[in-house]
């Protein structure tokens, strides 16, 4: 089978089954799980055929003419190179640890069909966007994951959270994707052509017509789909669906998309160094935004969240310093611990029947109930906060070190207000990140008060020689298999460059030792006030509402959902004197917890405004088009209702009234002759 064979099937191995899943679904329950999990899987194994294949070798171009337009033609056309052939490695594998794990934490789930079969229609179009060569079909892919989003983030609709999630997150990437598309349009008609090689060919011969404009209206797009500000509003609140779609979403698919396409058509960017120096801002912003906001968070999946959106800052800030490697390598690893955390937290808000790292910090035994998750989700907060020897130390100082190297004026045609903004932004942010990383896993596992629920009779059923009840195998084997790249990957780095650009991944010795430096004096930080504030949680107790720990753990988390806002209200009024967060951030924090009230500041701009314009339209409509439409037809029912009295059945009536009639027209004819004579 030739290489363009096997990345062909890729992407339709996951859609058959979608489609397979849907139809087959509900009639034959005992196929959901394999049409789920084997064609993901293989599809997987496919995408690492075709690394191996393609290699670092010359990129695979192939097309096909899918139709004539009259003007540019749409190609289905394949273009794969070392940084599609890695991330359709990534797209598959977190994909198929998805799939895997559902199995185990939605086997109770009624609606499970339907979740698995979107779930591999969002992996199919995430590989068509990776490995297409043309920017329409790429289109496609970029919309049917705004579509499969809405759904899987809204598969618990029976809750107000999780509907007015996925309504939100569909609203805010639409807003993003009418100057995407534009931007398409506008990139077509100046290079003449929808392929990605012949439009960087346009650009490195003869150049852009309107370089900034285009590079801005792309960006618009890519900020909507990967979250960045001032459109990242949609990603936290996105937490309401299931913990493994949010794996999905923040690890391979939707949020990587945006960066992935940046990647791809960096000389675009780079055409325009007014358009470098915006996404470095926007970078920036997203990062420490982002990072304060984190610290806030009471909702495990929150502060993960606003994690990733912090981390595809680090991303778009080393795009705009010109280093696509550096970015997708942090793609990379940011994939593999970032699906290795959101797995974990479903383990966590299982066992520990809340999402609520304030009801965590008063329980006592959480780590020793779930010793999987303890040791995996370690690991990957110490990636995540860029400790070596892991992934993610790797992958940020390359990103760091992109930056230094284009804010010392290393980097031609990179302005250096972009370097410095990114490397000032960047290290300001692996500060926060190691004290959010350092807060949830102190709140997370070393809690002190009663007993994790249901822990007193696990051990009892176990000295009595029966089995309690634990995790899902799945679940707990996944998290390990996460766990590999999440330590190994880093290891790669000398090995990458020949993978993509050529430029040298390593860490540099300046950024290595501050960026280091700042990750542990933000961990230690986080760790003396946590000390500090520990003491107090006994004093000021939270009640939690708690799900039977024996259920499956999509209920867990779905009733976990549903009773935080009652049960806590709203994080940033509720005083817990507990929380080093809030002694860290001071009066900032009230601000933080809230994303600083950038969803508020929506609601005046835009929300109210159309809703105002709605209810006047509604009114216009009501009361005045609707009151010509009932009056032309009130005449003619009066009229009717008139002739109608007339209708009695009566023959001498009507004779009487044939006979008057008569006499009228006969007077009438008389008085009109008489006139007429004279």
Same mark, same amino acid.
């Given at each position: 089978?030739?290489?363009?064979?096997?990345?062909?099937?890729?992407?339709?191995?996951?859609?058959?089954?979608?489609?397979?899943?849907?139809?087959?679904?509900?009639?034959?329950?005992?196929?959901?799980?394999?049409?789920?999990?084997?064609?993901?899987?293989?599809?997987?194994?496919?995408?690492?055929?075709?690394?191996?294949?393609?290699?670092?070798?010359?990129?695979?171009?192939?097309?096909?003419?899918?139709?004539?337009?009259?003007?540019?033609?749409?190609?289905?056309?394949?273009?794969?190179?070392?940084?599609?052939?890695?991330?359709?490695?990534?797209?598959?594998?977190?994909?198929?640890?998805?799939?895997?794990? %559902?199995?185990?934490?939605?086997r109770d789930d009624p609606r499970y069909p339907s979740y698995a079969?979107?779930?591999?229609?969002?992996?199919?179009?995430?590989?068509?966007?990776?490995?297409?060569?043309?920017?329409?079909?790429?289109?496609?892919?970029?919309?049917?994951?705004?579509?499969?989003?809405?759904?899987?983030?809204?598969?618990?609709?029976?809750?107000?959270?999780?509907?007015?999630?996925?309504?939100?997150?569909?609203?805010?990437?639409?807003?993003?994707?009418?100057?995407?598309?534009?931007?398409?349009?506008?990139?077509?008609?100046?290079?003449?052509?929808?392929?990605?090689?012949?439009?960087?060919?346009?650009?490195?011969?003869?150049?852009?017509?309107?370089?900034?404009?285009?590079?801005?209206?792309?960006?618009?797009?890519?900020?909507?789909?990967?979250?960045?500000?001032?459109?990242?509003?949609?990603?936290?609140?996105?937490?309401?669906?299931?913990?493994?779609?949010?794996?999905?979403?923040?690890?391979?698919?939707?949020?990587?998309?945006?960066?992935?396409?940046?990647?791809?058509?960096?000389?675009?960017?780079?055409?325009?160094?007014?358009?470098?120096?915006?996404?470095?801002?926007?970078?920036?912003?997203?990062?420490?935004?982002?990072?304060?906001?984190?610290?806030?968070?009471? &909702?495990?999946?929150?502060?993960?969240?606003?994690?990733?959106?912090?981390?595809?800052?680090?991303?778009?800030?080393?795009?705009?310093?010109?280093?696509?490697? $550096?970015?997708?390598?942090?793609?990379?690893?940011?994939?593999?611990?970032?699906?290795?955390?959101?797995?974990?937290?479903?383990?966590?808000?299982?066992?520990?029947?809340?999402?609520?790292?304030?009801?965590?910090?008063?329980?006592?035994?959480? %780590?020793? +109930?779930?010793?999987?998750?303890?040791?995996?989700?370690?690991?990957?907060?110490?990636?995540?906060?860029?400790?070596?020897?892991?992934?993610?130390?790797? %992958?940020?100082?390359?990103?760091?070190?992109?930056?230094?190297?284009?804010?010392?004026?290393?980097?031609?045609?990179?302005?250096?207000?972009?370097?410095?903004?990114?490397?000032?932004?960047?290290?300001?942010?692996?500060?926060?990140?190691?004290?959010?990383?350092?807060r949830l896993w102190l709140l997370a596992f070393k809690g002190r008060?009663?007993?994790?629920?249901?822990?007193?009779?696990?051990?009892?059923?176990?000295?009595?020689?029966?089995?309690?009840?634990?995790?899902?195998?799945?679940?707990?084997?996944?998290?390990?298999?996460?766990?590999?790249?999440?330590? #190994?990957?880093?290891?790669?780095?000398?090995?990458?460059?020949?993978?993509?650009?050529?430029?040298?991944?390593?860490?540099?010795?300046?950024?290595?030792?501050?960026?280091?430096?700042?990750?542990?004096?933000?961990?230690?930080?986080?760790?003396?006030?946590?000390?500090?504030?520990?003491?107090?949680?006994? +004093?000021?107790?939270?009640?939690?509402?708690?799900?039977?720990?024996?259920?499956?753990?999509?209920?867990?988390?779905?009733?976990?959902?549903?009773?935080?806002?009652?049960?806590?209200?709203?994080?940033?009024?509720? $005083?817990?004197?507990?929380?080093?967060?809030?002694?860290?951030?001071?009066?900032?924090?009230?601000?933080?917890?809230?994303?600083?009230?950038? &969803?508020?500041?929506?609601? #005046?701009?835009?929300?109210r405004p159309v809703r105002a314009a709605a209810t006047l339209v509604?009114?216009?409509?009501?009361?005045?088009?609707?009151?010509?439409?009932?009056?032309?037809?009130?005449?003619?029912?009066?009229?009717? $209702?008139?002739?109608? +009295?007339?209708?009695?059945?009566?023959?001498?009536?009507?004779?009487?009234?044939?006979?008057?009639?008569?006499?009228?027209?006969?007077?009438?004819?008389?008085?009109?002759?008489?006139?007429?004579?004279?």
């Amino acid at each position: 089978m030739t290489l363009t064979t096997t990345a062909v099937l890729v992407p339709l191995l996951p859609f058959l089954g979608a489609v397979a899943g849907l139809l087959l679904g509900r009639r034959t329950p005992g196929f959901v799980r394999p049409l789920a999990v084997l064609p993901t899987l293989a599809a997987a194994g496919l995408t690492v055929a075709v690394a191996v294949g393609q290699g670092g070798g010359p990129a695979t171009d192939v097309a096909t003419r899918l139709t004539p337009t009259g003007s540019i033609p749409i190609d289905l056309a394949l273009h794969i190179d070392g940084f599609a052939a890695l991330i359709a490695v990534l797209v598959g594998v977190v994909a198929t640890c998805v799939q895997i794990y %559902s199995t185990g934490y939605l086997r109770d789930d009624p609606r499970y069909p339907s979740y698995a079969a979107l779930v591999s229609l969002f992996t199919a179009a995430m590989l068509l966007v990776v490995y297409t060569g043309d920017l329409m079909v790429l289109l496609v892919g970029w919309e049917v994951m705004g579509i499969c989003s809405y759904f899987l983030v809204g598969h618990y609709w029976e809750t107000e959270t999780a509907r007015a999630a996925s309504l939100k997150a569909f609203l805010v990437t639409k807003l993003g994707d009418v100057p995407f598309l534009f931007g398409i349009f506008a990139l077509a008609a100046d290079t003449g052509t929808f392929r990605i090689t012949g439009i960087l060919g346009s650009v490195v011969n003869r150049g852009l017509d309107h370089p900034t404009l285009i590079a801005l209206l792309l960006l618009a797009g890519v900020a909507g789909k990967s979250a960045q500000f001032p459109l990242h509003t949609w990603l936290p609140d996105a937490m309401a669906g299931p913990t493994p779609v949010s794996a999905l979403i923040h690890a391979a698919t939707m949020v990587a998309a945006g960066i992935y396409v940046v990647a791809r058509l960096l000389p675009v960017f780079a055409a325009s160094a007014a358009a470098l120096v915006v996404m470095a801002v926007i970078a920036a912003i997203t990062m420490v935004g982002s990072g304060l906001a984190a610290l806030a968070q009471d &909702d495990i999946k929150r502060v993960l969240a606003y994690s990733t959106v912090g981390q595809l800052g680090y991303m778009l800030g080393a795009l705009a310093v010109g280093d696509r490697g $550096a970015a997708v390598f942090h793609l990379l690893a940011h994939g593999a611990f970032k699906a290795l955390l959101f797995l974990g937290a479903g383990v966590i808000i299982h066992a520990a029947g809340t999402n609520s790292l304030a009801a965590m910090s008063r329980m006592s035994g959480l %780590s020793r +109930r779930i010793p999987d998750a303890y040791w995996t989700v370690t690991v990957a907060l110490l990636a995540l906060a860029a400790i070596p020897p892991f992934a993610g130390f790797f %992958s940020k100082e390359a990103v760091l070190g992109a930056a230094e190297h284009a804010a010392t004026g290393a980097a031609h045609g990179i302005p250096g207000a972009a370097g410095w903004t990114v490397l000032v932004s960047g290290l300001l942010t692996a500060l926060l990140t190691a004290a959010y990383a350092a807060r949830l896993w102190l709140l997370a596992f070393k809690g002190r008060g009663v007993e994790a629920p249901d822990l007193p009779q696990a051990l009892n059923s176990v000295r009595a020689g029966e089995t309690p009840s634990p995790q899902p195998v799945v679940m707990n084997a996944v998290l390990w298999v996460l766990f590999v790249p999440t330590v #190994a990957l880093g290891l790669s780095a000398p090995l990458l460059p020949d993978w993509f650009d050529g430029r040298s991944l390593a860490p540099t010795l300046t950024t290595s030792v501050v960026g280091t430096g700042i990750a542990v004096v933000g961990g230690l930080v986080t760790y003396a006030t946590w000390r500090h504030t520990t003491a107090l949680a006994a +004093r000021t107790p939270i009640g939690a509402v708690v799900v039977d720990p024996d259920a499956a753990p999509g209920l867990a988390e779905e009733t976990a959902i549903a009773t935080h806002a009652p049960v806590y209200g709203d994080n940033a009024g509720a $005083a817990d004197p507990a929380d080093p967060g809030r002694l860290l951030l001071g009066p900032l924090h009230r601000h933080a917890a809230v994303g600083f009230h950038l &969803d508020a500041v929506y609601s #005046a701009l835009f929300v109210r405004p159309v809703r105002a314009a709605a209810t006047l339209v509604r009114f216009l409509d009501r009361e005045v088009v609707d009151t010509y439409v009932r009056g032309a037809g009130t005449a003619p029912r009066w009229l009717g $209702a008139a002739v109608r +009295r007339a209708q009695t059945g009566n023959v001498q009536t009507y004779l009487g009234a044939l006979l008057a009639g008569s006499l009228v027209l006969a007077i009438a004819a008389v008085l009109v002759a008489t006139g007429t004579g004279a």
